[in-house]
Nanobody, 119 residues
Framework: QVQLVESGGSLVQPGGSLRLSCAASGTIFELWTMAWYRQGPGAQRELLAQITGGGNTNYADSVKDRFIISRDNAKDTVYLQMNSLKPEDTTVYYC?????????????WGQGTQVTVSS
């Protein structure tokens, strides 16, 4: 019974920052790779960042210099710090989880949290 619950999405001004959180349950959290995706209407989900249980990270080129993924294994929570936000970042952001070090096999998803970047 894996469950992921995102929070932290809101309306922010261009250039502002947000920190998204994703709380996981039903996993041995430190053994799971966590990731953040985003998806707009009619688009595929875009992988933004991923982090293994041991803390190894990878980022999409589009967000590498602006977003930071981190995790607190003691809290079973993964975060996405989003800086220098642009209107183009407006969409729904999703937390994802997969057992192991790769985003393969069964991938579990949260329900998403809306981020809107607008003045």
């Amino acid at each position: 019974q894996v469950q992921l619950v995102e929070s932290g999405g809101s309306l922010v001004q261009p250039g502002g920052s947000l920190r998204l959180s994703c709380a996981a349950s039903g996993t041995i959290f430190e053994l799971w790779t966590m990731a953040w995706y985003r998806q707009g209407p009619g688009a595929q989900r875009e992988l933004l960042a991923q982090i293994t249980g041991g803390g190894n990270t990878n980022y999409a080129d589009s967000v590498k210099d602006r977003f930071i993924i981190s995790r607190d294994n003691a809290k079973d929570t993964v975060y996405l710090q989003m800086n220098s936000l642009k209107p183009e970042d407006t969409t729904v952001y999703y937390c994802a989880a997969a057992k192991g070090v790769l985003l393969v096999g069964d991938i579990y998803w949260g329900q998403g949290t809306q981020v809107t970047v607008s003045s």
